[in-house]
């Protein structure tokens, strides 16, 4: 296991259309994490996962943007009728659950980064 | 839900000098405290950590101190060096999951 992984690095789209951005974490973390990046800012939460569950899914978040993990392994983030707004870094980040050393410690992806023309 | 301002916003030392980077937060149910460097084109690596329980932590020339009462966390680099240039981000975690971010603050060192 290398850590966590993204695809595809780079994705350029014509606005209007959906995009989907795969994040395969960790093996041993159950908790898996999407993060918004734009220049000059720090990380924005989307929305987290442990195992198949979605915990939290941030209020700021279009409804067309919808995130999965089906057997709470790699996940992925859809945006449809992109934007160009859309237009930032994706990062997926994964952490192990709990109160114990080294939870909610993230690892983060590579990021998959998206421009909308 | 959980505000975090960091302060500076840039910051520029001279080689071997201190750096100090300041967080606040709002929720004082928030027990896990993380700084992350970012360089250029590369995702972010957490560099040192602190949970609740602890007043301060070292790891060679990097410390975070920690003060609940006042809710605000920092970040200090002693003997600055050139590789040192990066963006940091603090952030701020309960067990319930989500790390929330600050802006960041753009470290340069200068030779």
């Known amino acids: 296991d290398t850590g966590v992984s993204q695809d595809p690095r780079h994705k350029i789209t014509k606005r209007g259309q959906n995009v989907t951005f795969r994040c395969d974490p960790i093996s041993e973390h159950n908790r898996l994490y999407w993060y918004r990046q734009t220049l000059g800012q720090g990380p924005e939460f989307l929305t987290y996962?442990?195992?198949?569950?979605?915990?939290?899914k941030s209020r700021l978040l279009s409804d067309r943007f919808s995130a999965e993990r089906p057997k709470g392994s790699f996940s992925t983030l859809e945006i449809q009728r992109t934007e160009q707004g859309d237009s930032a870094m994706y990062l997926c980040a994964s952490s192990r659950a709990g109160v114990a050393s080294g939870a909610n410690v993230l690892t983060f992806g590579a990021g998959s980064r998206l421009t909308v023309l | 839900g959980e505000n975090v301002e960091q302060h500076p916003s840039t910051l520029s030392v001279q080689e071997g000098d201190s750096a100090v980077i300041k967080c606040t937060y709002s929720?004082?149910?928030?027990?896990?405290f993380p700084w992350y460097k970012q360089e250029l084109g590369k995702r972010p690596q957490l560099i040192i950590d602190?949970?609740?329980?602890?007043g301060e932590k070292k790891d060679q020339r990097i410390a975070v101190t920690l003060n609940k009462t006042a809710k605000h966390f920092s970040l200090h680099i002693t003997e600055t060096q050139p590789e040192d240039s990066a963006v940091y981000f603090c952030a701020v975690n309960t067990n319930a999951g989500k790390s929330t971010f600050g802006d960041g603050t753009t470290l340069t060192v200068k030779p």
């Open positions: 602190i949970r609740s329980n602890v």
């Open positions: 929720d004082s149910a928030s027990n896990y």
């Open positions: 996962f442990q195992n198949e569950a979605q915990l939290e």
